[in-house]
Nanobody, 126 residues
Framework: QVQLVESGGGSVQAGGSLRLSCAAS????????MGWFRQAAGPGREAVSV????????RLPDSVQGRFIISQDNAKNTLYLQMNSLKPEDTAMYYC???????????????????WGQGTQVTVSS
């Protein structure tokens, strides 16, 4: 069983930066596809980045390319999301998620992830 705990959310003005952290425990951390998702008002969670914890390979959707960076610190079993040039439309609850195996196939589909953190709120004001 994987436990995920996010931190680092907060309020920031447009153009600012935030770094989210996700501490993972309870499993073989190097063997997962992990990602960051967000959910604004309404149903559905949008993927904003994924990383293969074994290879370090990353994928990001066009909406955040060039602004968000996902990274990992294997020694600390921690996943990070560096968010730069934030926009009001980035306002959402941000979740860390994990699933077993490599990052392959539909990695941006939230339904394919088994483990979720409790979320951390990010609010960007104009």
């Amino acid at each position: 069983q994987v436990q995920l705990v996010e931190s680092g959310g907060g309020s920031v003005q447009a153009g600012g930066s935030l770094r989210l952290s996700c501490a993972a425990s309870g499993a073989t951390y190097r063997s997962y596809c992990m990602g960051w998702f967000r959910q604004a008002a309404g149903p559905g969670r949008e993927a904003v980045s994924v990383i293969d914890t074994r290879s370090g390979g990353t994928r990001l959707p066009d909406s955040v390319q060039g602004r968000f960076i996902i990274s990992q610190d294997n020694a600390k079993n921690t996943l990070y999301l560096q968010m730069n040039s934030l926009k009001p439309e980035d306002t959402a609850m941000y979740y860390c998620a994990a699933r077993g195996g490599f990052c392959a196939g539909a990695v941006f589909m939230s339904d394919d992830y088994n483990y979720w953190g409790q979320g951390t709120q990010v609010t960007v004001s104009s």
